[in-house]
């Protein structure tokens, strides 16, 4: 019976349980989002290469090339989803504006990879 209950219990606690507004979740997932990228980037050498003659940069572009090729999700095809509610209901319209906001973000990302690929490069300017 324990066991049970305690396999049942969620991964995850809302930020309501401790009295908090939901954008403090958000703030939390942003927040770790950044250390772990400025973990990464303080993990890699500074230096031009190591005894593996992995340099910062040549380490930046392959996970850059990582998350390109393996994370990104396809676009969502927004308009035939929304061809297929003849009325959308509240919940419907909340997945249709997601699905634009996942859209735009999926988009930036895939533009923020390319601008950073070619920043390493040197063929513009690092913001």
Same mark, same amino acid.
């Given at each position: @019976? &324990? ?26 997932? &942003?927040? *770790? *989002? ?9 993990? *890699? &050498?500074?230096?031009?290469?190591? *005894? ?73 300017? @690092?913001?």
């Amino acid at each position: @019976m &324990t066991l049970e209950f305690i396999t049942g219990l969620p991964l995850f606690t809302p930020p309501s349980v401790y009295g908090l507004h939901a954008n403090a979740e958000i703030v939390y997932f &942003t927040n *770790a *989002a950044k250390e772990l990228w400025v973990n990464i980037l303080e993990m *890699a &050498t500074s230096e031009g290469g190591d *005894a593996s003659g992995f340099s910062r940069d040549d380490f930046i572009l392959q996970i850059a090339n990582d998350i390109q090729e393996k994370t990104l999700p396809e676009l969502f095809d927004e308009y035939n989803i929304r061809k297929a509610f003849d009325v959308p209901t509240p919940t419907q319209t909340v997945l249709l504006q997601e699905l634009e906001r996942m859209n735009k973000l999926v988009v930036r990302m895939g533009a923020s990879i390319k601008d950073l690929k070619r920043a390493l490069a040197g063929e513009i300017g @690092m913001s």
